[in-house]
């Protein structure tokens, strides 16, 4: 399991989390979900085949970068090289090219040689599927290799990005300052179950209705759970 449930700080749960109808809020947030017209880019790519090689990488390129430019990158990387031994054989600049206007897009073409290398060598061509070994992989942190861990291979796995850490204490579930301490406060109260899909909700909640400044509040499909902690400003 990639998220162990740890002793906390009190403080960083609230109440209303520990009473908080978690199912019910997945249920709602769900046909939300539904409604939306764009998925978070690697919930697409893991939709749309089987390769957690592609979710690795997508996941990679993906950080920093709006999902319209993360996918027109993918699409121009898998098209040159599907595979990690097709990666393996490009060169640092062939990669900065396919990728380029992604965020911070010369440092990524670095970890994808290094990573591509990784894989092939200490990996046998595959991409692991436990969080310590994908920490090992250059430029993977733990909100990548959960992830990966979630989306390509199905492990119960909570990954927090800027997303889920806002929503989740502007819902008054959290009182945390860094994702990873979201990440240890989520694994506390969250029903496993709810997950993977945690995160898969909650950016396209986040990218949709409750932006980051001034959220749509009005046609919020979950604003009945939420008790919009320090929203100043919405619509």
């Known amino acids: 399991m990639s998220t162990r449930k740890k002793t906390i700080p009190k403080t960083w749960v609230t109440p209303y989390a520990r009473a908080f109808d978690f199912d019910g809020f997945m249920t709602s947030l769900k046909k939300a979900f539904e409604s939306y017209r764009n998925v978070p880019i690697i919930t697409l790519i893991a939709s749309q085949n089987d390769s957690p090689f592609q979710v690795l990488i997508g996941t990679i390129l993906s950080a920093r970068t709006k999902d319209e430019t993360t996918a027109e990158a993918c699409h121009r990387l898998f098209a040159k090289a599907p595979t990690v031994q097709k990666l393996a054989r490009l060169s640092e600049q062939e990669i900065t090219d396919l990728i380029y206007p992604v965020g911070f897009y010369k440092t990524k073409a670095k970890h994808i040689v290094a990573t591509a290398d990784m ?6 061509g595959q991409v692991p599927d436990t969080m ?5 992989l250059p430029g ?10 979630g989306e390509a291979f199905k492990k119960n796995a909570i990954c927090v990005d800027t997303h889920v850490h806002r929503i989740s204490n502007l819902l008054g579930l959290l009182r945390t300052g860094t994702p990873h301490e ?3 406060a989520l694994a506390t109260v969250l029903p496993e179950t709810h997950w993977i899909l945690y995160n898969t909700f909650l950016v396209a909640h986040g990218q949709t209705v409750c932006r980051p400044t001034s959220p749509i509040c009005s046609q919020c499909q979950v604003r009945d759970y939420c008790q919009r902690v320090g929203v100043e400003r919405s619509r």
């Open 119 to 124: 894989l092939q060598k200490d990996y046998n």
């Open 132 to 136: 310590e070994q994908l920490l090992t």
């Open 140 to 149: 993977v942190g733990r909100k990548t290799a959960n992830l990966v861990l």
């Open 182 to 184: 979201t990440e240890q």
